[in-house]
């Protein structure tokens, strides 16, 4: 869940196309924590593997940040990085492409952190030779899936 920084009615629509919101809840640990401020780029691309924030399909009143795990028919699949919270996409389904709002870019605070690296540098991030170093992929915002 986030709490929205942002006057009533934000979606972005303004002169710059950014927006803060608050992390509310435990769905996305360990990336993000209840209290996290995050960076939001309203209408950015969504890729597999990037943290985006959209209206929840049946509450959308309600802004929700999950992680985009991959496109189905009717929409994203959305998935919680804390995965015994399965208040995501596994019991609400795709979300349409009109509620996803944005792509979260990074983390303000309290540990500022980069959650969206270019495409060219995660796939840096994810080869072999860099892939051997612990933890540096996910340091530096690229998606390493937990197997």
Do not use: C
């Amino acid at each position: 869940m986030a709490r929205s920084a942002e006057p009533e009615g934000r979606t972005g629509g303004g002169v710059l196309p950014f927006g803060v919101v608050d992390v509310a809840g435990p769905s996305m640990v360990p990336t993000l924590r209840e209290g996290d401020r995050l960076l939001v780029r309203y209408g950015a691309p969504i890729r597999p593997g990037a943290v985006v924030l959209f209206r929840h399909p049946f509450q959308q009143d309600l802004l929700v940040v999950k992680r985009a795990a991959g496109r189905r028919p009717g929409g994203w699949w959305l998935l919680s990085d804390n995965r015994p919270v399965d208040s995501d996409s596994r019991s609400y389904g795709a979300v349409p492409d009109e509620l996803v709002l944005g792509r979260v870019l990074l983390r303000l605070s309290p540990r500022p952190s980069w959650l969206a690296p270019g495409r060219r540098l995660e796939r840096l991030l994810l080869a072999p030779r860099l892939a051997r170093v612990p933890g540096l992929a996910r340091r530096l915002g690229a998606w390493v899936e937990d197997v």
